[in-house]
C-alpha cells in the first residue's frame, strides 16, 4: 500500500518503540482508548491483546480502513471512518474517561492536541509528534522554547517525554526526528472556561518579543493591565515577557483579568 503524505502516512516499524507507547497507554485504568490514525494497524495489533480494554480507532483514509476491518477482527475494537476533528467523544460512553493514543499525522498534530486538551474526559495522551512540537511542550520557564504551546498544554497537563524516536523507525521515514510524550491531566486545574484561558494564552504570547505590557494592552484598557500586572509581579511589571511567566502565574493572571 503506498502511503499518502498529504495524510501524514509514515508507518511505525520499530517494534521497541511500538512496546513503549502501548505500555504508556495502557497502564492507564481508563477502560476507553482512543486511538488516532491506526493506519495499518501497528499500535491497534498490540492495543486489542488488552482484552479489559475497548479500542476506538478513527481513520480518515478509506483504503485504509479497509484494509484494517479485514485484518483485525477482535471484539474489543470499534474502527470508525472519518476525521478525528470531526469525531464527536460525547458519544463515546456516558461520560466516561478515556485515553488517547497516537502516532499523530504531523499536519495537524496540534488541532488534534487542542481538541482533546479540551474535553476533561480526556485525561491521558500518549503521543509521536515532531521532536521539536515535544521539546516545546516539555519546556520550561525561561528557555527559548517556552512558549503558547507549552503554557497551554501544562496548565492542564503533566507532561513527560517516554522517548526519542529517529527517521529509521518509520516507513516511509519523516525528514525530521520524532518525540513520545506522555501527557497527564491533572486533577483539578482552577480554570472553568478552557476556551477563554487558551485565548488570554494566545494573546500573551501575541508578539513573542514583546513585553506582557504591550501584548495585553491590545485587548484591555491601560489601567486593566498595569493594575494586574502591578498585583502578580510587583514593581518590574512594565518588563515582563511571557517567556518567564509561570503555568501559576498565568493562572492568577487570568482570575485577574476575567473579573
Ligand atoms: N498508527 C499508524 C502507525 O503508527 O503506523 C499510522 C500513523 S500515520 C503517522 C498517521 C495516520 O493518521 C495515517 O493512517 C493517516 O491516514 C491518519 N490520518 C491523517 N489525518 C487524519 C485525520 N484527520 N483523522 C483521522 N486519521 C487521520
Known amino acids: 500500500m503506498k502511503a499518502n503524505k498529504a495524510l501524514g502516512q509514515n508507518f511505525l516499524i520499530d517494534k521497541n518503540i511500538i512496546n513503549k507507547i502501548i505500555s504508556s497507554t495502557t497502564d492507564n485504568p481508563n477502560k476507553t482508548i482512543i486511538e488516532v490514525g491506526p493506519g495499518m494497524g501497528a499500535l491497534t495489533k498490540e492495543l486489542v491483546k488488552n482484552k479489559d480494554k475497548q479500542i476506538v480507532a478513527v481513520e480518515i483514509d478509506d483504503e485504509l480502513y479497509e484494509y484494517l476491518q479485514k485484518e483485525i477482527k477482535d471484539e474489543n475494537l470499534k474502527l470508525v471512518s472519518g476525521n478525528i ?6 458519544d463515546l460512553s456516558e461520560n466516561k474517561k478515556y485515553s488517547v493514543v497516537a502516532n499523530l499525522p504531523y499536519y495537524i498534530s496540534s488541532k488534534i492536541i487542542f481538541k482533546f486538551l479540551e474535553d476533561d474526559n480526556c ?15 516539555t519546556s520550561t520557564r525561561n528557555k527559548k522554547l517556552y512558549g503558547r504551546l507549552t503554557v497551554a498544554i501544562q496548565s492542564f497537563y503533566e507532561t513527560k517525554r517516554v522517548t526519542n ?10 525528514k525530521v526526528d520524532s518525540a513520545v510524550v506522555r501527557l497527564e491531566r491533572m486533577d483539578n486545574s482552577g480554570i472553568e472556561n478552557k476556551a477563554l484561558y487558551l485565548d488570554f494564552i494566545k494573546q500573551c504570547f501575541a508578539k513573542k518579543r514583546k513585553t506582557l505590557r504591550n501584548n495585553l494592552k491590545l485587548v484591555y484598557s491601560e489601567d486593566q493591565v ?34
Open 226 to 259: 498595569s493594575n494586574n500586572l502591578l498585583k502578580i509581579f510587583g514593581e518590574n511589571w512594565e518588563m515582563v515577557r511571557g517567556e518567564s511567566v509561570s503555568i501559576s502565574e498565568f493562572k492568577k493572571l487570568f482570575t485577574l483579568f476575567s473579573k
Open 165 to 174: 524516536v529517529p527517521p529509521t523507525c518509520f516507513k516511509p521515514r519523516p
Open 123 to 137: 485525561d491521558s495522551m500518549t503521543i509521536m509528534l515532531q521532536k521539536e512540537l515535544v521539546d516545546r511542550i
Open 85 to 90: 476533528l470531526d469525531f464527536n467523544t460525547s
